[in-house]
Each structure stands twice: as structure tokens, then as C-alpha cells.
């Protein structure tokens, strides 16, 4: 494994017209990149991650399983506005010599597509044999192979959009709305809106599972219980758990960035976008998933020109995608080695 920052010596022009000076992009790679490149894997991850998905998706990547740096070239990068080393809020802002804090400019969903290209012409790529991604990973996937749709051979977007839905826009609204609550939010520090963030999360943690997985996973032991219940000690938890390792301005800004993507935006529509892609592409939907419910992944399958899609049963709603790695990983191994012997496994 290998963690590399690139960074970019020319203003980089947003999709709002701003220029923004000193891209800086984290990522991690696994692996060599052979000479053909044909053995190059590209993660995209979600919202909270980071360029390691050895640390968040770890049965997905390792020797003998589906994503192998013995035999695959595996790059992941951290997406601007996060807080795990590419350009963020924390930053100083070059023109007052002070953290962006509240500042830091507006990335798109196409705004951090367009990074990428600049890093992958860095690195000499000119081909990518699969692209990978969930949630908000999914909605960059798919910006880029609408830019270039010469550049991936396959592409596997998993529990996301083509655009994303008003259901997810008042999922994020409402957590920045939490965020604003809190009375430290306008301090120009970097705990600002911390316990507003801890809010937030448990605002999420309700569209990213379901009422079966809190059922299964937070129903009491005992039937004398009249408070502490362990579900809330479980909202508390989580959002504890992401106050310790993010920050608000990271969670705010990047909630705002899931919000901007429409890959119908200027292209005439979400369709005819659709209808650019040529990577062969296998669309994972999973059952239950509150968040990026599984007709959004029909949509997208239904349109992009012979895709395939793939429901994967879970109890766990949107979390799924982070969980269910064997059925993930045998959809995935049984998509290539059909295309690429012209074998149908069943």
C-alpha cells in the first residue's frame, strides 16, 4: 500500500467559475500497474471514508479476494472537502492566511470528477479496467464515465443515483440544519458544530439502515427497560465515534456536494446522459436501502445502453453495500468472467 498526495500548480476552475489554488488530492494505492493497463481497479468512496478502503471495505480488498494487489493495479482517492488529506476546510485560505472553515468553496459531484482526470493524467492512465463505487462513491463513478466514456471497461456503481432524489436532499438538508443548530457552528474554530455533527449522524444513521436492522441489532434484552434504551445508546455512540475522526465543515460541505449531482445537468437530460456511457456496467441494488432505494438503481440500468442490475438481499438497508461483501463479490466475479469469456455463470 502506498498513500501519495498530488497536487495540482494551476488554478483549478469550479463548475460555479470560482478558481481554487492548490488542488490537493490524497489517495492510496495497492499493487503494480501493468504495461497494458489492463489490470487497473478504481474505488470511489463515501461520504465519511477515505482513501484507504483496505480500512472500511477490507473483505473487498486483499490477496485471493475480488480486488487483489497481486494481480490488480487498485487506486482510491479522498475527495475534496473531506478531512483525510486532500483539500478541505481546515486549509488555509491563501487569501487571508486563516482556514477556510466556513469558506471553502462549493465542489460538485463534476467538480471532483474533474479532479480526478487531472490526477489520472498525472499518473499516465489512459485506461481503467473497472470502476467501483457506493453511495456518493457511485454518483462520481458515473459523472466520470459520462465525461469519459471511453476511459472505463467496466464500471460498477452500488447503491446509488443518476440523480440525487429530493428524499436524499432532505436526509442531508435536515443534518446541516443540525449543524446550523448548534451554537458553536459559527466559531472559526476547528470543533465547530461538532455536537451538531453528532446529531446529524444519527439523522443519517436512520436513512442509511432500516427499521429491520434496528430491530435485529437494537432490540432489548430485558422487557423492564423504561429509558436507556439501547437503540438511543447507539445514536449517541455513532455520532460520538464520527466527532472523534471528522469535522463539521468536511461533513457539511460534502452533504452539499451529494446534493449537487445530476448527471442530466447541462446534457439535456438524466437519460440522455445515461445513453452516453459504453462501459459494460453492472448495477447493484440493495433491498431496503431508505436512502437510494433499489428503483433508482433500475433506472439507472434501464438506461445505460445494455447494463445488467443485480439486487443483493440484506437486512441492513444502505449499509449493505459495506456488509454484504460475499454477495457483492460473487455478483462482481461472476459479471467479468461472463464478459470476459462469454460464459453466462449462473
Not at 21 to 50: C, D, K, P, V
Not at 140 to 146: G, P, T, Y
Request: proline share 4%; aromatic share 12%; hydrophobic share 40%.
Amino acid at each position: 500500500m502506498n498513500q501519495k498526495v498530488f497536487t495540482y500548480d494551476q488554478p483549478f476552475i469550479l463548475e460555479s467559475g470560482k478558481a481554487f489554488h492548490g488542488l490537493r488530492l490524497a489517495y492510496t494505492t495497492y499493487g503494480r500497474m501493468n504495461e497494458e493497463q489492463s489490470n487497473i481497479i478504481w474505488i470511489f468512496h463515501a461520504l465519511t471514508a477515505n482513501s484507504n478502503p483496505h480500512e472500511w471495505w477490507p473483505e473487498m480488498i486483499g490477496e485471493g479476494r475480488v480486488f487483489d494487489p497481486l494481480r490488480h493495479f487498485i487506486i482510491c482517492v479522498n475527495m475534496p472537502g473531506s478531512c483525510y488529506g486532500s483539500s478541505g476546510p481546515l486549509d488555509t485560505n491563501p487569501e487571508t492566511g486563516i482556514p477556510y472553515y466556513h469558506d471553502f468553496p462549493f465542489f460538485t459531484i463534476r467538480d471532483m470528477a474533474n479532479a480526478y482526470r487531472l490526477l489520472q493524467a498525472a499518473l499516465g492512465i489512459t485506461r481503467i479496467k473497472i470502476g467501483i463505487g457506493g453511495s456518493t462513491g457511485g454518483q462520481q463513478l458515473l459523472e466520470w464515465a459520462v465525461q469519459d466514456p471511453e476511459l472505463f471497461k467496466y464500471i460498477i456503481p452500488l447503491a446509488t443515483n443518476a440523480v440525487h432524489s429530493p428524499w436524499g436532499k432532505a436526509f442531508n438538508a435536515t443534518q446541516r440544519f443540525a449543524i446550523e443548530a448548534d451554537q458553536t457552528w459559527k466559531n472559526k474554530a476547528a470543533d465547530a458544530g461538532l455536537k451538531g455533527m453528532e446529531v446529524a449522524r444519527g439523522v443519517a444513521l436512520l436513512s442509511y439502515r432500516n427499521a429491520t436492522a434496528y430491530n435485529k441489532t437494537q432490540s432489548e434484552t430485558s422487557d423492564d427497560n423504561l429509558e436507556f434504551f439501547r437503540s438511543e445508546s447507539y445514536q449517541r455512540y455513532q455520532g460520538s465515534k464520527l466527532a472523534a475522526r471528522f469535522n463539521a465543515f468536511s461533513y457539511y460541505a460534502l452533504s452539499k456536494s451529494m446534493d449537487s449531482h445530476n448527471l442530466g445537468r447541462g446534457r439535456g437530460s438524466v437519460v440522455k446522459a445515461l445513453e452516453t456511457i459504453k462501459a459494460t456496467t453492472l448495477v447493484l441494488a440493495l433491498e431496503g436501502d431508505l436512502l437510494f432505494p433499489p428503483g433508482e438503481q433500475d433506472f439507472i440500468a434501464e438506461h445505460v445502453p445494455d447494463a445488467v442490475v443485480r439486487h443483493i438481499a440484506t437486512d441492513y438497508g444502505h449499509d449493505g453495500f459495506l456488509l454484504e461483501f460475499e454477495q457483492i463479490s460473487e455478483a462482481i466475479q461472476k459479471f467479468i468472467t461472463r464478459h470476459a469469456t462469454g460464459v453466462i455463470i449462473k
